[in-house]
Nanobody, 119 residues
Framework: QVQLVESGGGLVQAGGSLRLSCAAS????????MGWHRQAPGKQRELVAA???????NYADSVKGRFTISRDNTRNIVYLQMNSLKPEDTAVYYC?????????????WGQGTQVTVST
C-alpha cells in the first residue's frame, strides 16, 4: 500500500501562485507515475498533470504554461507549482500515484486539498 499526504492548498487571488506538495510513504518502490487530479463543484474529476519516474510530463491543456509538475524521487515527493491562477482553477486537488503510466487509472489517491482562487 501507498499513502499520499498533500499540503499547500489555500485561498489566493486571481493571478497569484500556490505550490502543492505530496509526500508518498509505504510501498513507494511500486510507484511509476505520480500526478494530480482536481474536482471542481458540479464537475467531473480531471487529470491536471502527471510525471513519470523518468521525468516525462503530461499536462491538461487548461494548465499548460501556468502549472509545473516536478518530483523528488529520493524523497518520494511530488510538487505542483501553480502560477497565474484563475478562478476556474478552484477545486479540490488530489495527489495520485500510479503503478503504470498516466494512461491508466491511478492506483492511490490522497485525501485532497482545497484550492480557492478569488476574483
Amino acid at each position: 500500500q501507498v499513502q499520499l499526504v498533500e499540503s499547500g492548498g489555500g485561498l489566493v487571488q486571481a493571478g497569484g501562485s500556490l505550490r502543492l506538495s505530496c509526500a508518498a510513504s509505504g510501498s513507494t518502490f511500486s510507484i511509476n507515475t505520480m500526478g494530480w487530479h482536481r474536482q471542481a463543484p458540479g464537475k467531473q474529476r480531471e487529470l491536471v498533470a502527471a510525471i513519470s519516474s523518468g521525468g516525462s510530463t503530461n499536462y491538461a491543456d487548461s494548465v499548460k504554461g501556468r502549472f509545473t509538475i516536478s518530483r523528488d524521487n529520493t524523497r518520494n515527493i511530488v510538487y505542483l507549482q501553480m502560477n497565474s491562477l484563475k478562478p476556474e482553477d478552484t477545486a479540490v486537488y488530489y495527489c495520485n500515484a500510479y503503478i503504470g503510466d498516466w494512461s491508466t487509472s491511478p492506483n492511490y489517491w490522497g485525501q485532497g486539498t482545497q484550492v480557492t482562487v478569488s476574483t
